[in-house]
């Protein structure tokens, strides 16, 4: 496993190097191909690195609160 974190690090995964061996039993468990493990890997990834970003421009623009679709009331403007 040594050089599964040593390559992660030189790529600058350091996201996807912290989670590696959890992804790596969720992939033995599920019985997933390398092809959904790698999708699910670089996932991971992708989500360390712009999680931050997006809940510091969130408190950045100071909304009053955080709204999402699954909350909007579609009964409210049935035209939508």
């Known amino acids: 496993m040594h050089e ?6 030189r790529l600058k995964m350091e996201h996807l190097s912290y989670h590696v061996e959890s992804l790596l039993e969720q992939a033995a468990k599920k ?7 790698l999708c699910m890997a ?3 990834e992708w989500n360390g690195r712009h999680q931050p970003g997006m809940e510091s421009r969130l408190k ?6 955080v709204k999402t679709l ?5 009964t409210f403007q049935p035209g939508i």
């Open 4 to 9: 599964l974190e040593v390559l992660l690090s």
């Open 70 to 74: 699954e909350q909007f009331d579609f």
């Open 42 to 44: 670089l996932q991971q």
């Open 31 to 37: 019985e997933l191909n390398y092809r959904e493990f």
């Open 60 to 65: 950045q623009a100071r909304l009053p609160w």
